[in-house]
């Protein structure tokens, strides 16, 4: 309402959106998103005491017995569906940090 602002600088804080937004303006940043998918299993409260990491993968157990297993790391754009790879993968992870998962 007040018309144009400017300012000798400004934060862009988009995220992967950034690099998008700025190539309208013909500036070049180089960011794009990643897709991380992950799985919950269904555990006992005390399944698990403290976080396993081990290969870039990770196990991290929550309060209400969930037991976090993460992440991929694919450069898909901004598809967020899950595939069944991620999935197969995620669970032969989750079986090497913790046996008892099988």
């Known amino acids: 309402a007040q018309g144009e602002i ?6 862009l804080s988009a995220g992967a959106w950034s690099g998008e937004l700025l190539g309208g303006l013909g500036i070049e940043l180089p960011v794009e998103p990643v897709k ?3 799985i919950l299993y ?3 409260s005390d399944f ?5 990491l081990a ?8 309060r209400d017995g969930h037991i976090l297993i993460g992440s991929t790391l694919e450069h898909e754009g901004f598809d967020k569906t899950p595939t069944d790879v991620a999935l197969e993968s995620l669970k032969a992870s989750a079986i090497e940090l913790i046996p008892a998962l099988a």
Request: with cysteine; aromatic share 4%.
């Open 55 to 62: 290969k870039g993968r990770y196990a991290i157990p929550r």
């Open 36 to 38: 991380g998918q992950m």
């Open 48 to 52: 698990l005491s403290c976080m396993v």
């Open 6 to 11: 400017r300012g000798d600088q400004v934060v």
């Open 42 to 44: 269904k555990c006992a």
